[in-house]
């Protein structure tokens, strides 16, 4: 053998696959050195790569003003590069993310979005016209970054099953979601609209609970403040909500529309959201028409005394209600529509 071994005239002896193999196994077995493993690398590089996430999250985690002079523009650029290197991570095609990335991406989410919100810069609760609403809606100076995270939030949601997310997104996370749908930035609400709606539709085991805080919403708006710049985000949301219900309806979701959507017509604010409430009021009345007397009631229980803008709306609603209301039900509501007609007929308004 040692003459093989030192003849220039021998060859290398060509290892297989195999034979490879079971020499490394060998070495390995007599001095205990690790060998190279195609799988422990591919592992290592994982790893790796879910320790610069969580860097990254990390990193994201601090939080700007965006009003103190004293803050860095270039550590804003910073972290907002990082935001999107994290939601670069996140639209990656790869393996369900696991407990150690999801508890700390659910963090940063929740210090970044559930943040005090700057006081009203409206004097009154009422815009002179619907569309004026983006005229003198405020603009946060932190959406730059909040853009991104509601994007990663999004992604979070359609990419991980909402069994394993649940036990990060829970109630007081949907709690604290809502409540975000007070801010003045018109931008945030439509981001927040879309978040909120694919939870609901993926997370059914939420949709109960869901409802009930935005039902609290509106009533706590209805009848104590008046002062809530998303109403008519949640209505949206809604009006998705209904057009879903079978028929017939349960009693449940009648009493939504007797004791929530009707009393909203009531509010100052009303022209701001009118559009999406009388959506929803007129998905009732189409699914039953036999809810159109109680709908007609409801209207002109709340009519204006003064207010011609309102006046007009709610004409253009009864107009609509009165294609949908059951024919034996519009004759025992006739008198009172027509009534009311020929009151809006003497006003001098020109509308």
Known sequence: MGVLRNSPKASPIKKSATLQHLFDLEANNSNGTKIYS????????????????????????????????????????????????????????????????????????????????????????????????????????????????????????????????????????????????????????????????????????????????????????????????GIGELLEIWGSIINGFTVPLKEEHKLFLMRVLIPLHKAKGMPVYHRQLAYCVNQFVQKEPMLGGTVVRGILKYWPATNCQKEVLLIDELEELVENIDPDHYRKLALLICTQISRCLNSLNSQ
């Open 38 to 229: 195609p799988k422990s690398s591919k592992q290592s590089i994982t790893e790796s790569e879910y320790g610069e996430i969580l860097s990254i999250i990390s990193h994201c985690c601090s939080i700007f003003t965006f009003t103190d002079p004293l803050e860095s523009p270039s550590e804003q650029d910073v972290k907002r590069l990082k935001l999107f290197q994290l939601l670069s991570f996140m639209k990656k095609p790869k393996k369900p993310l696991p407990e150690e990335i999801i508890r700390p991406l659910v963090s940063m989410l929740s210090a970044n979005l559930f943040r005090p919100l700057p006081p009203s810069a409206k004097r009154t609760v009422v815009c002179e016209l619907p569309e004026d609403e983006d005229l003198v809606s405020t603009l946060s100076p932190a959406w730059p970054h909040l853009q991104v995270v509601y994007d990663i939030l999004l992604r979070l949601v359609l990419s991980i099953d909402p069994k394993v997310l649940r036990g990060f997104v829970d109630e007081r996370f949907l709690v604290n979601l809502l409540s975000v749908f007070q801010t003045e930035d018109r931008r945030e609400r439509d981001n927040l609209k879309n978040v909120y709606h694919r939870i609901y539709s993926k997370f059914t085991f939420y949709r109960a609970i869901m409802r009930k805080s935005m039902k609290d919403v509106f009533l706590h708006y209805v009848f104590e403040s008046e002062k809530h710049s």
